[in-house]
């Protein structure tokens, strides 16, 4: 068996897929296996009573926006009655920023690859701070969620229809060229977003205010461009994956409590272990102290090789989560060592227009004693509070050490667990 030709397959798959974002829906009607007594989640597997702060605060919120509870007590007793179902997004085609909950009726970006290989979903982004996706589920945040998908979504499903969707492929290439990384730092990208949409948005909109308040709600939001980029991540990502003998990772992910990792030649068994406290930058009167572990899909973006791993492309994003700017070109050359190849369509200006690192390469990982990087946000350890700050993290190395046992376990005879 040739692993270095199975990774080669794994990673020219995830470089092929072109996705698309075609439209907006509502969750239960296109979400394989969502109905209304289920939520999905971010991260691994999890049962509630695991469930971190925020991912229970998240919960709560999608059962009380559901009309299934009418407070915070009324929603943990019917998890507690067993009325609810659990399992997380990544189980359904979808991925969820933070706690990146969803639930039946809220409405999701659906991404499809242009030749038709994969389809992926993602909710819509509500911005910083004080908002469901960290934890926070107050009336105000429930409001905002519902202009966002009752108002906003139909007129975006239009709009896009109207410009014949969004290739985020090309998108997310040229915001790399403008100061993105595509994961934590989406000025450029956001912006792009906008400014295809907007025009679409004008002509299409029967009001004129909702068009502007819309627009404007785009523009104004950093991150608007984050859930359809993590979705189209999720349809890359998943192309790379079930390739037989393949070391490559396809999915890292984390709960709030756990950081879990798939690997494309291992079927969709999970590797988890503890998902531990960024480092990062806190918002005025918020500390280490208040600090969640580690939680949210959105490291699939540096599983096929931007984020954390592009940061040569994006040194400012360091006033935003810790270090100096030399650090964010280390950031990249250091995930070059432990990646199969460089992307074809994502390069890197100040590298030369080099290909930032992708397929993350569990012999590598273990052999180098080297983790990959990851760019993040911080949620408040206790439900209801919302986002604290932003940093960076590294997943235990115990998950590759184990994934690479299972790895030998099934592909190699005794003695060829190396390269």
Same mark, same amino acid.
């Given at each position: 068996?040739?692993?270095?030709?199975?990774?080669?397959?794994?990673?020219?798959?995830?470089?092929? /897929?072109?996705?698309? $974002?075609?439209?907006?829906?509502?969750?239960?009607?296109?979400?394989? !296996?969502?109905?209304?007594?289920?939520? *999905?989640?971010?991260?691994?597997?999890? =049962?509630?009573?695991?469930?971190?702060?925020?991912?229970?605060?998240?919960?709560?919120?999608?059962?009380?926006?559901?009309?299934?509870?009418?407070?915070?007590?009324?929603?943990?007793?019917?998890?507690?009655?067993?009325?609810?179902?659990?399992?997380?997004?990544?189980?359904?085609?979808?991925?969820?920023?933070?706690?990146?909950? /969803?639930?039946?009726?809220?409405?999701?970006?659906?991404?499809?690859?242009?030749?038709?290989?994969?389809?992926?979903?993602?909710?819509?982004?509500?911005?910083?701070?004080?908002?469901?996706?960290?934890?926070?589920?107050?009336?105000?945040?429930?409001?905002?969620?519902?202009?966002?998908?009752?108002?906003?979504?139909?007129?975006?499903?239009?709009?896009? +229809?109207?410009?014949?969707?969004?290739?985020?492929?090309?998108?997310?290439?040229?915001?790399?060229?403008? !100061?993105? +990384?595509?994961?934590?730092?989406?000025?450029?990208?956001?912006?792009?977003?906008?400014?295809? $949409?907007?025009?679409?948005?004008?002509?299409?909109?029967?009001?004129?205010?909702?068009?502007?308040?819309?627009? +404007?709600?785009?523009?104004?939001?950093?991150?608007?461009?984050?859930?359809? *980029?993590?979705?189209?991540?999720?349809?890359?990502?998943?192309?790379?994956?079930?390739?037989?003998?393949?070391?490559?990772?396809?999915?890292?992910?984390?709960?709030?409590?756990?950081?879990?990792?798939?690997?494309?030649?291992?079927?969709?068994?999970?590797?988890?272990?503890?998902?531990?406290?960024?480092?990062?930058?806190?918002?005025?009167?918020?500390?280490?102290?208040?600090?969640?572990?580690?939680?949210?899909?959105?490291?699939?973006?540096?599983?096929?090789?931007? !984020?954390?791993?592009?940061?040569?492309?994006?040194?400012?994003?360091?006033?935003?989560?810790?270090?100096?700017?030399? +650090?964010?070109?280390?950031?990249?050359?250091?995930?070059?060592?432990? /990646?199969?190849?460089?992307?074809?369509?994502?390069?890197?200006?100040s590298l030369g227009f080099r290909g930032t690192p992708v397929g993350i390469d569990l012999r590598s990982v273990?052999?180098?004693? *080297?983790?990959?990087?990851?760019?993040?946000?911080?949620?408040?350890?206790?439900?209801?509070? !919302?986002? *604290?700050?932003?940093?960076?993290?590294?997943?235990?190395?115990?998950?590759? =050490?184990?994934?690479?046992?299972?790895?030998?376990?099934?592909?190699?005879?005794?003695?060829?667990?190396?390269?």
């Amino acid at each position: 068996m040739n692993v270095d030709k199975a990774n080669q397959r794994a990673i020219k798959r995830m470089m092929a /897929t072109r996705p698309v $974002l075609k439209t907006v829906a509502v969750a239960g009607d296109v979400v394989p !296996g969502l109905d209304a007594k289920r939520i *999905v989640h971010a991260g691994p597997p999890i =049962e509630w009573s695991r469930m971190s702060g925020p991912l229970r605060g998240a919960v709560i919120g999608a059962l009380i926006y559901e009309g299934l509870a009418d407070s915070r007590e009324a929603a943990i007793h019917l998890i507690e009655q067993g009325e609810i179902a659990f399992s997380p997004c990544h189980h359904h085609h979808a991925v969820g920023p933070m706690a990146g909950v /969803t639930s039946a009726s809220m409405q999701v970006y659906v991404v499809e690859d242009e030749e038709g290989r994969g389809k992926a979903f993602s909710t819509l982004n509500e911005g910083y701070g004080k908002v469901l996706r960290y934890g926070a589920f107050a009336p105000e945040v429930l409001d905002k969620l519902r202009w966002m998908n009752e108002e906003m979504a139909p007129l975006l499903a239009v709009a896009l +229809e109207e410009c014949g969707g969004i290739d985020l492929r090309t998108l997310l290439a040229e915001a790399l060229h403008m !100061g993105d +990384e595509g994961h934590n730092r989406n000025k450029a990208g956001s912006l792009l977003f906008t400014k295809h $949409l907007a025009p679409a948005i004008q002509k299409t909109a029967e009001d004129r205010e909702l068009a502007a308040a819309v627009i +404007e709600f785009l523009g104004d939001n950093a991150l608007s461009v984050l859930n359809p *980029v993590m979705a189209a991540c999720k349809v890359m990502a998943d192309a790379g994956h079930g390739v037989k003998g393949s070391t490559v990772v396809s999915t890292m992910a984390r709960n709030g409590t756990d950081f879990g990792i798939r690997v494309s030649g291992l079927d969709d068994q999970w590797f988890t272990a503890p998902a531990p406290v960024p480092d990062g930058l806190y918002f005025p009167s918020f500390s280490s102290a208040d600090a969640n572990p580690d939680i949210g899909d959105s490291t699939i973006t540096e599983t096929v090789g931007i !984020g954390a791993f592009a940061m040569a492309a994006a040194p400012a994003i360091v006033s935003f989560v810790g270090g100096e700017p030399e +650090e964010a070109r280390n950031a990249t050359l250091e995930m070059y060592e432990i /990646t199969v190849g460089e992307h074809e369509h994502f390069t890197i200006p100040s590298l030369g227009f080099r290909g930032t690192p992708v397929g993350i390469d569990l012999r590598s990982v273990v052999e180098l004693g *080297v983790t990959p990087r990851v760019n993040t946000g911080i949620a408040h350890r206790e439900p209801g509070i !919302g986002q *604290v700050g932003a940093g960076l993290v590294r997943p235990p190395m115990s998950l590759f =050490e184990e994934a690479l046992e299972a790895f030998a376990e099934r592909y190699l005879s005794p003695g060829e667990a190396g390269r």
